[in-house]
C-alpha cells in the first residue's frame, strides 16, 4: 500500500520535473526586455510606442516624443524576446551561438525608424556607418531585421534595406506593394500579402451573390493600396464597387467620415469592405454606430480582432462583421514564459529602491520597470495571440537561415568568434530558399517572399456582450465556408441582398444603365433571337432554319402539324366522307338494279354511273388531306380531287345541254337526239376532262415541289401548320374554276327549262345541284382567303364534302325516291322528253304553279 503510493508519487514527480525541466530556461532569461547580447544580433522594429509630440512644431531632427505605451506593440516585443530566448535554450539549433536582439520603436512614424534602421546597417565592429561603394566585405551590426508592423513603414526603410541586401521578416507588413522584388529584393514577411486578402474577399463576396459594395480604406500604404487592389480584382469578378473612399489617416477624420457615411447610404450597398488599420476603423465604426447604419462589413486582417474594436460599444447593433485572420497557430508556452520573465522583474524590481527617474531616450518603455505578473494579459490579448506566431517564424526563419548559413550540425556550429563573419546578403540567400517546421506548421518564402499562410474567415458573435470570433471557413488557396455558421443581422436572418439591379430571368439580357455593369435592365429576347451566355448583353439571332419563341435561351428546329388521322377535325370529316360514300354506293347499287329503267337512261345512263363513280372519286381523294404530306401526295392532291369533280359536272352539263336543246329548240331535237345522247355527251365529257387535265397539268409543273418548298421556307416560327403548297394559287383557281363553269353553264340551261307536263322534270334537279354547288365555291372564296393555313386545309376538305354531297343529294335523291317510292312512274312516257327529244307539252289544262316556282328558285 504505502510502496504503490511512494510510486504514484515518484511518477508524479518525474512528470512534474520534466514539464519543468523542458521550460527550465525561463528562469534564465535576461530581464531586459530590448536588449540582448549575442555573437548574432537581430534587429526588431515594433510599434511600443505612440508618438506625442506635434510633428507640425516640429523645427530640428532630434526632438520627437513618444511616450504613450502600446501596449500591442510591447506585445509583440515580448514575443520576439521569447522566441530569441527559446532558440537560444535549444541546444541544436545554434549550438555554441548565442543570439541577440535589439529591439526599437518606430512610433509608426517615419522620422522615428529611420534612426534605429541606420544603427542596424553600421560596421559591428566599428559601429560605424561609412560611405563605402562596395559593401560586399561588410559586416552591419544586425544580421537581419524582423519587423516593422506596418506596410507604411516598411515602405520607408525597406529600400534602405534593399541597398544593402539585408534580410527584412515583416510580421505585419501585407501591402502587396512589398512583392515586387526589384524595389524590395531583402523583404521576407511571415503574413500573406493583401493580395491575397483581396482575393479571399471577393470570392467570399462572390460566394453570397453580392455584386453591389463599397470599400473604404484608411488613407495610407496598406488601407490605399488594399482598397485599390480590392477595386482592381472586384472590376476583373465583375462586381461593383459602388463607392470608394479613404479615411484620413494624419487629420481629423471627423468631417471626411461623415460625408463618406452619407455617401455609402446612397449607394444603398449593404455589403462594405473595410480595408483599413485599427484607429481609422475605430473613428469610422463610431460614427456608424451613431448613425445607426447596418449591413455587413468585410473587415481586413489588420483591425477585425483588435481590442480598440471588439469593445467599441454598439458595435452589435451595426449588422454582421467578418474578417479574415492569418491561419496560424498559438504559440503555447508564451504566456508562461511571460508570466515567468514579469515575476523576474517584479523580482529585481525589490531590489532597486526607485525607479529610474531619468528619462532615457533609448528605453522605449519606462513604464516596464513596474510590470508584474498582473500585466500578463498583454500578451494573452487576443490581436497579440494572433500575431504572436507571425513574429515567433520570423525569428524561426532566421534562426534556421542562419544554422544552413553557419553549416551546423547537432552539436556544433561552423563558427570561430572574432573572424567568422555573418554578411546580410548571405543570409538573405539563405532565407530565400528556407522551408521550417514549426510544430508541425510549414513556413517557407515564395520567390516573392511571400509565405505559405492562408486566412481563417471569422465573424464576430456576441456571447453576453463579449465578442468570440467564429470561424467560419478558410482560404488556402481557394475558399471553403461553412455557410450555415454565419448568423445574419436581418429582419428574417436571412442572408442579405447587395445588388445593384435584381437578376434577370433567362432568355432576358441585360442593357447596363449608367456607368456601373451591375446596374441593369432586364431586355426580353425578341421571337427569332436568344440569350446565347447568362451574361450576354445582347441577343443573339437564330441561326437560319432555326426560330425561337419570345424570351428563349435556345433556338429550334420548327416543328410541324399536320392534319392528323386521329385529330378530332380529321375523324369528323372522315365520318362525314365514310357516310357520302355509302349514301354514293348505295346509289350506286340502287341504279345498278334497275339499269335499264327509263329513269336511270334518263339520268345519262352509263354515264351517270361515271358521274356517281368520280363523285366518289372526288371523295376518296379528300383522304390525300390527311396524315403526313410527301411529295408525291402534294403532286396528285389537287389534280385528282377537281378533275373527279369535273368528270361527274362535265356529265350533269351533258344532260343539261341535251335538256337546253330540246326545250329551245324542240323541232330539230328529236332526229338527233340519240346523237346528242350517244357519243356527244362523250365527247364533251371528254373534252372538259381534257381541258381540265391541261390545267392540272400546268399547275403540276409549276407548283413546287413540297420537299423544294419547305427548303425554300422562311422559318420564323417554332411550330406551324404543314400543308401542300397551293401555289401558284392562280392554278387552284382554274382548276375549281373550271368545275363552278361547269356547274355555272348546266345551272342557265336548266334554271329556265319549262317542266314537261306528266313528266319527271329533271331539269329541276339539275338546276338545283348546280346552284348548290356554286353558292358552296363562291363563298369558299372569301372564308378560304381568310384563314389560316390549317383551317385553310379544313375549310376545302369540308367544302368539297358539302358540295359534293350536294350534287348527290340534289341530282340522285329525288331519282331514289321515285326509283323506291313511285315505282309505277318509272316508265317511257314519264321520261320521253329527256329520252327521245319529244318536245314538252306546253302547261294547258293541268297547270303546276308549284313546280314552276321551284324550277325557279
Ligand atoms: C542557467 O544558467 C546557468 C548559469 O548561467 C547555467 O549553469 C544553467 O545550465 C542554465 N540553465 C539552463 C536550463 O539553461
Ligand atoms: C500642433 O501644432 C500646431 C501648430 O502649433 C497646432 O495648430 C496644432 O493644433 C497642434 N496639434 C496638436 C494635436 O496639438
Ligand atoms: C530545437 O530546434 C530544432 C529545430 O527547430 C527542433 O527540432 C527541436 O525540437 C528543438 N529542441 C527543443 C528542445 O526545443
Ligand atoms: C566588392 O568587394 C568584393 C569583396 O571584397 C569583391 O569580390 C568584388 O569584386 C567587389 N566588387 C566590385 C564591383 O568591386
Ligand atoms: C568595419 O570596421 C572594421 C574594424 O575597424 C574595419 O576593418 C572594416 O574595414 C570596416 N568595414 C567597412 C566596410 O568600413
Ligand atoms: C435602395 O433600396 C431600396 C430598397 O431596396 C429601394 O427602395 C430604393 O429605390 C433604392 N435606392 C436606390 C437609389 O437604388
Ligand atoms: C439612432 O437610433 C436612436 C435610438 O433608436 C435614435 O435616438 C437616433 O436618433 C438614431 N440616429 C439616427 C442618426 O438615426
Ligand atoms: C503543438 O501543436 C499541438 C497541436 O497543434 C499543440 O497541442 C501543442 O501544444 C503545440 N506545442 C507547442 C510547443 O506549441
Ligand atoms: C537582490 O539582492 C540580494 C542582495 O543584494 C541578492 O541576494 C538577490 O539575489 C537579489 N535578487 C535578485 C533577483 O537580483
Ligand atoms: C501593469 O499592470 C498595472 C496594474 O494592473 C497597471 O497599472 C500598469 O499600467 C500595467 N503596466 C503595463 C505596462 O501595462
Ligand atoms: C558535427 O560536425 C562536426 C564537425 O564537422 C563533427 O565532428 C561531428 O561529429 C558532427 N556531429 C554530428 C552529430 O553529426
Known amino acids: 500500500m504505502a510502496s504503490t503510493c511512494l510510486k504514484q508519487l515518484l511518477v508524479l514527480y518525474c512528470a512534474l520535473t520534466q514539464v519543468y525541466s523542458s521550460n527550465e530556461w525561463f528562469n534564465n532569461v535576461s530581464t531586459n526586455l530590448f536588449d540582448l547580447p549575442g555573437n548574432i544580433i537581430l534587429g526588431g522594429l515594433f510599434p511600443i510606442n505612440m508618438l506625442t509630440s506635434n510633428l507640425s512644431e516640429r523645427t530640428m531632427p532630434d526632438d520627437i516624443t513618444c511616450r504613450s505605451l502600446d501596449v500591442f506593440g510591447l506585445g509583440l516585443s515580448i514575443v520576439m524576446k521569447y522566441a530569441v530566448d527559446e532558440v537560444n535554450a535549444n541546444t541544436t539549433l545554434l549550438p555554441g551561438i548565442k543570439l541577440g536582439y535589439k529591439i526599437y ?139 470608394q473612399a479613404l479615411i484620413p489617416v494624419y487629420t481629423d477624420p471627423g468631417p471626411t467620415i461623415r460625408v463618406l457615411i452619407d455617401n455609402i447610404k446612397r449607394t444603398n450597398v449593404s455589403v462594405i469592405v473595410v480595408f483599413s488599420l485599427t484607429d ?292 369528323l370529316m372522315l365520318l362525314a366522307a365514310a357516310l357520302l360514300l355509302l349514301s354514293q354506293s348505295s346509289v350506286l347499287l340502287l341504279f345498278l338494279r334497275h339499269r335499264s329503267t327509263p329513269l336511270v337512261m334518263a339520268s345519262g345512263g352509263t354515264l351517270t354511273f361515271v358521274a356517281l363513280l368520280s363523285l366518289m372519286g372526288a371523295c376518296l381523294s379528300l383522304l390525300l388531306f390527311f396524315g403526313q404530306p410527301t411529295d408525291v401526295v402534294c403532286r396528285l392532291q389537287l389534280p385528282f380531287a377537281s378533275i373527279c369533280q369535273t368528270v361527274a359536272l362535265s356529265i350533269i352539263g351533258s344532260i343539261s345541254l341535251q335538256i337546253f336543246f330540246v326545250t329551245e329548240f324542240p323541232e330539230r331535237a328529236a332526229p338527233h337526239i340519240s346523237t346528242i345522247r350517244g357519243p356527244g355527251s362523250w365527247i364533251l365529257v371528254l373534252s372538259c376532262c381534257v381541258a381540265q387535265a391541261g390545267i392540272c397539268g400546268w399547275f403540276v409543273q409549276e407548283a413546287p415541289s413540297l420537299s423544294l418548298y419547305m427548303k425554300n421556307m422562311e422559318i420564323n416560327f417554332v411550330s406551324s401548320f404543314l400543308t401542300c403548297p397551293v401555289e401558284p394559287q392562280i392554278g387552284f383557281a382554274l382548276l375549281q374554276g373550271l368545275n363552278v363553269a361547269l356547274a355555272l353553264v348546266s345551272f342557265m340551261c336548266t334554271f329556265m327549262a319549262v317542266k314537261p307536263l306528266h313528266q319527271y322534270n329533271v331539269s329541276r334537279d339539275i338546276t338545283f345541284a348546280c346552284l348548290i354547288y356554286c353558292v358552296i365555291w363562291v363563298s369558299f372564296i372569301p372564308i378560304y382567303i381568310g384563314l389560316n393555313t390549317k383551317m385553310k386545309s379544313i375549310a376545302h376538305v369540308s367544302f368539297s364534302l358539302t358540295s359534293n354531297f350536294g350534287l348527290m343529294a340534289a341530282y340522285y335523291f329525288p331519282k331514289c325516291y321515285l326509283i323506291m317510292r313511285k315505282p309505277e312512274l318509272n316508265k317511257v312516257e314519264y321520261f320521253c322528253t329527256v329520252l327521245e327529244g319529244a318536245p314538252p307539252t306546253p302547261p294547258q289544262d293541268e297547270p303546276q304553279p308549284k313546280t314552276e316556282t321551284e324550277s325557279v328558285h
Open 105 to 243: 520603436n518606430t512610433c509608426r512614424q517615419p522620422s522615428v525608424i529611420v534612426q534605429p534602421t541606420l544603427s542596424f546597417l553600421t560596421n559591428k565592429s566599428t559601429g560605424l556607418l561609412s560611405v563605402e561603394c562596395n559593401y560586399t566585405d561588410y559586416e552591419t551590426s544586425s544580421a537581419a531585421v524582423i519587423g516593422p508592423y506596418s506596410s507604411e513603414m516598411v515602405s520607408i526603410i525597406g529600400k534602405l534595406l534593399g541597398f544593402f541586401l539585408m534580410p527584412q521578416i515583416s510580421y505585419g507588413a501585407t501591402s502587396d506593394k512589398f512583392s515586387d522584388k526589384t524595389e524590395y529584393p531583402s523583404f521576407f514577411r511571415t503574413v500573406p500579402s493583401d493580395k491575397w486578402q483581396v482575393e479571399v474577399m471577393v470570392q467570399l463576396i462572390k460566394e453570397f451573390q453580392w455584386n453591389w459594395v463599397a470599400v473604404i480604406g484608411s488613407e495610407e500604404e496598406y488601407g490605399q493600396t488594399g482598397a485599390q487592389e480590392f477595386t482592381k480584382l472586384a472590376q476583373k469578378s465583375s462586381l461593383c464597387v459602388a463607392y
Open 280 to 571: 481609422p476603423a475605430a473613428a469610422f465604426f463610431t460614427e456608424v454606430i451613431k448613425n445607426n447604419m447596418t449591413g455587413v462589413w468585410i473587415g481586413s486582417t489588420s483591425w477585425v480582432k483588435r481590442r480598440k474594436l471588439t469593445s467599441l460599444p454598439g458595435m452589435n447593433n451595426i449588422g454582421t462583421i467578418i474578417g479574415f485572420t492569418e491561419k496560424i497557430q498559438n504559440v503555447e508556452l508564451l504566456t508562461d514564459y511571460t508570466r515567468t520573465l514579469f515575476t523576474k522583474i517584479s523580482e529585481e524590481r525589490k531590489n532597486v529602491t526607485h525607479p529610474p527617474n531619468n528619462y532615457d531616450p533609448s528605453d522605449p518603455c519606462p513604464q516596464c520597470w513596474s510590470l508584474s505578473p498582473a500585466n500578463v494579459s498583454i500578451v494573452e490579448d487576443t490581436a497579440v495571440q494572433q500575431e504572436a506566431f507571425s513574429v515567433y517564424a520570423a525569428v524561426y526563419s532566421v534562426a534556421a537561415a542562419l544554422h544552413q548559413l553557419l553549416h551546423c550540425n547537432n552539436t556544433v556550429c561552423d563558427w570561430k568568434p572574432g573572424t567568422t563573419k555573418v554578411y546580410p546578403w548571405m543570409l538573405m540567400q539563405v532565407l530565400k530558399n528556407i522551408s521550417i517546421d514549426i510544430n508541425g506548421t510549414n513556413v517557407q518564402f515564395d520567390s516573392d517572399g511571400n509565405p505559405n499562410v492562408g486566412y481563417n474567415v471569422i465573424q464576430w458573435v456576441w456571447e453576453n456582450s463579449a465578442v468570440h470570433l467564429q470561424n467560419v471557413g478558410s482560404f488556402l488557396p481557394t475558399l471553403s465556408i461553412d455557410k450555415s455558421k454565419f448568423t445574419w443581422h436581418t429582419k428574417d436572418s436571412a442572408v442579405p441582398v447587395s445588388t445593384c439591379s435584381a437578376n434577370c430571368e433567362p432568355g432576358q439580357v441585360r442593357r447596363v444603365k449608367g456607368s456601373h455593369s451591375c446596374c441593369f435592365d432586364c431586355i426580353n429576347c425578341e421571337p427569332g433571337t436568344y440569350q446565347a451566355k447568362p451574361d450576354d448583353i445582347q441577343c443573339t439571332r437564330c441561326p437560319k432554319g432555326q426560330w425561337s419563341t419570345l424570351r428563349s435561351t435556345s433556338c429550334t428546329e420548327p416543328t410541324f402539324e399536320v392534319l392528323w388521322w386521329d385529330s378530332i377535325e380529321s375523324v
